[in-house]
Every structure is written in C-alpha cells, then in structure tokens.
C-alpha cells in the first residue's frame, strides 16, 4: 500500500524586518501559503461566505500579496482546487497499479486517497463539498477531474476479460457514487474516519465488475423450476420435449 503524502503544513508567517529571501522567493512563499490556506478556509466558512480577508489572515499575509498573486477569491480558490486533486491523484495513482488483482489494486488506491482525506478532513470537505458548487469554472473542473479517476479506474482492471469490463460511462457512475458518499460522509461530520469507508467502497465498485461476468448464453434466464446447473440450451431441449 502507498503511503499517504504528508499533510501541507500550517502556514507561517516570514520573518519581519530584513531577511535574505529575493523578492519572487517572497511572492512563491506567499503564494503556497495562500493555496494552503485556502480549504481550512472554505471549510469554516464556505465557499460562496468567505472572503479574500479569510484567506490572507488565515494565509498571515497582506491583501497586497492576495492580489499579486491571484485576480480574485475565484481565482485563489480554483488553484487550490487543482492542487488538492492533483495531490490525490497522485497519490491513487501509484497505489492503482500495485497488486497482482483489481481487488488488490482497487482497494490499496482507496485505502491511500482516504487516508489522505482522513488526515486532512478540510481539503475533504474542499474537493467535494464546497468546490463543486464554486460557480461553474470550478463545478466543471470538478466533473473533469471525476472523469479522469474513471480513467483511472479502468486502468486497474486491465487483465480482465472485455465481456467483464463495463462500458467508460459506468466508471463515471461509480466515481460519483464514491464522491457522493465522501461528501455525505464530511457533511456529517466523520471526515476522520474516512478510512472506514474502504471496504463497503470496493464491494461497491467491485459489484459493477461483476455484473459483466458470463452467465446463460444470449441472456437468456433460466425458470425457477429449472434444476441447479442445468444450461439454457439443456433446458430448452427438455421443454421442447415435453411439448411445452
């Protein structure tokens, strides 16, 4: 299993008075703690209440720095976005190519993005509760973002059988039923315990899989009355027997 990435620190304050940082060092440095500050930020107050005042306070840099580095609170707050996926990404990715079955990679992708989001229940809340109804640069970023851990997510299943593997569109299904239930699960205040989510998540995405397993040839479904192991094409010669 992949280790989770740290948790971006606290941002703190550059020392006052004179110090040895070049002014673009000083502009990065007040950038990253922007960006860092942003999802404490949005999850205390949300997106649409907070203000370009939260985010320099809780980032302790001037108003001044805010606008030198972004245009406005959208502009910061999209950024943030991409960051706070981009990480998880990362993060799913290399556990989704470890293991020698989808189960092992499934799950081992899940277990390392929950326990991100479970170290950090702000960045959480963030990505899939206050972001997605950021207005509609973010919203559609948001659902750009579902759609490559979809990709994703078929990646880990690549020995299976094509007749196994459900259509892409079904991976987008799946993706926003493990979001929808993060969000459910931060709204109700267990952003935490995240990580006890692994298990009922991959019987949930192993159970699509499993819908494309073979069963009676041409779809055809047995009667109830038909005896345990007998195929469609025995069935039909014994009813065509009978006369029925």
Not at 4 to 15: E, N, Q, V
Not at 61 to 78: E, G, I, L, M, T
Request: proline share 7%; charged share 30%.
């Amino acid at each position: 299993m992949a280790k989770a990435s740290p948790k971006p620190d606290t941002p703190r304050r550059l020392p006052r008075g004179r110090h040895a940082l070049a002014p673009d060092e000083v502009l990065r440095d007040q950038r990253e703690r922007l960006l860092v500050a942003v999802p404490a930020v949005a999850a205390e107050h949300g997106y649409e209440a907070m203000s370009v005042a939260d985010i320099v306070r809780a980032a302790a840099v001037s108003r001044n720095a805010f606008y030198k580095n972004f245009s406005d609170k959208q502009d910061c707050v999209a950024t943030a976005h991409e960051l706070g996926h981009e990480r998880l990404f990362e993060v799913l990715s290399t556990s989704c190519y470890e293991g020698a079955t989808i189960e092992e990679r499934v799950g081992g992708s899940l277990a390392a993005g929950l326990d991100v989001l479970a170290e950090d229940p702000p960045l959480a809340r963030f990505l899939f509760v206050e972001a997605p109804s950021g207005g509609d640069e973010i919203a559609l970023r948001y659902h750009e973002w579902l759609g490559r851990y979809g990709t994703l997510l078929r990646s880990a299943a690549p020995d299976l059988p094509s007749e196994s593997v459900p259509l892409p569109e079904v991976e987008q299904v799946i993706v926003g039923g493990i979001a929808s239930r993060v969000a459910s699960e931060v709204l109700r205040g267990r952003g935490e315990k995240l990580r006890e989510l692994v298990d009922p998540l991959l019987e949930y995405v192993l159970a699509f899989y499993r819908l494309g397993e073979p069963g009676p040839k041409e779809g055809r479904v047995l009667p109830f009355e038909a005896e345990a192991g007998t195929t469609a094409e025995t069935f039909e010669a014994r009813r065509k027997q009978a006369g029925a």
